[in-house]
């Protein structure tokens, strides 16, 4: 019965991809779980028993900036080593067919870009950029390991990505903003859905008429409310809809 029912949820879902002229997707951390990359909330989440808002904040590097240039540092080293999965080689192949079609990301690993994503929004910036905390100058560094850095004016630089308490870079999150409530189809993969403001892009689908598609080994506060909730590990359920 419950099989039965999984392949209706199935179908509905790829039928609606299917035949949607724009489609809109939000990944989180889950679509990388299966590339070896842990995710942030949840047991193997954990590192050295910090939890992600304790480190990713303007606050945490600049009181300990080596512990949390070390945690990043970590993730660098466990990225570089990743390769994108057969969920992030899905939705390459989504974008082949859909006439518009915007991936909007929370992660900062660059592996949709790397699989071969071209209109990717990282709406958290990415993990290969610093930026110096005195003159702001970004640069790309792909090193690994990398010690803490110094930019040429001295100051100290941090990774560009976007912490607790920061703003989002104003022109991709219109842009994202944008191309949800345009969508037909909000394919939501792989995140928890609890850190705004990128988790509020569902309530705003939703609002806006969007049929949702949730790819998730969990339940999240979402899926109850969604068209079609697919659980699953992204790597096996994103080739069989998209
Ligand atoms: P989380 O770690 O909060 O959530 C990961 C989600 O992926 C959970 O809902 C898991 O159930 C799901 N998941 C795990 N493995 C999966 C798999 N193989 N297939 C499908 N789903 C799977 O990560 P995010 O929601 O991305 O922000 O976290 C959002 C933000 O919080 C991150 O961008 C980061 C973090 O702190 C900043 O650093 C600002």
């Not at 047991?43 to 028993?49: D, Y």
């Not at 080596?66 to 969920?87: C, F, H, M, Q, T």
């Not at 090193?143 to 022109?171: H, M, N, S, Y």
């Amino acid at each position: 019965m419950k099989e039965q029912m999984d392949q209706r949820i199935l179908e509905g879902a790829r039928d609606a991809l299917r035949s949607a002229r724009s489609v809109a997707v939000l990944t989180g951390a889950g679509i990388s779980a299966e590339s070896g990359i842990p995710t942030f909330r949840g047991a193997a989440g954990l590192w050295k028993q910090f939890r992600p808002e304790e480190l990713a904040t303007a606050e945490a590097f600049a009181g300990q900036p080596e512990l949390v240039w070390e945690w990043y540092d970590w993730r660098r080293s466990l990225i570089a080593r990743a390769e994108p999965n057969a969920g992030h080689y899905a939705l390459v192949e989504l974008e082949r067919r859909v006439s518009k079609f915007t991936l909007i990301t929370q992660n900062v690993d660059g592996l949709h870009r790397r699989a071969g994503s071209k209109h990717v929004l990282e709406i958290h910036g990415t993990i290969w950029n610093l930026r110096c905390t005195r003159c702001r100058r970004e640069w790309t560094e792909m090193r690994v390991p990398l010690p803490l850095q110094r930019c040429e004016c001295g100051g100290i630089a941090r990774p560009a990505v976007v912490w607790f308490g920061e703003t989002l870079p104003a022109r991709v999150w219109e842009e994202a903003q944008g191309a949800v409530k345009s969508c037909d189809v909000f394919l939501v993969v792989g995140t928890s859905a609890v850190v705004y403001p990128a988790a509020g892009l569902v309530p705003l689908a939703r609002s806006a008429g969007a049929r949702i598609v949730e790819v998730n080994i969990e339940p999240t506060a979402y899926s109850d409310a969604v068209a079609y909730a697919l659980n699953g590990p992204a790597g096996e359920v994103l080739p069989q809809i998209c």
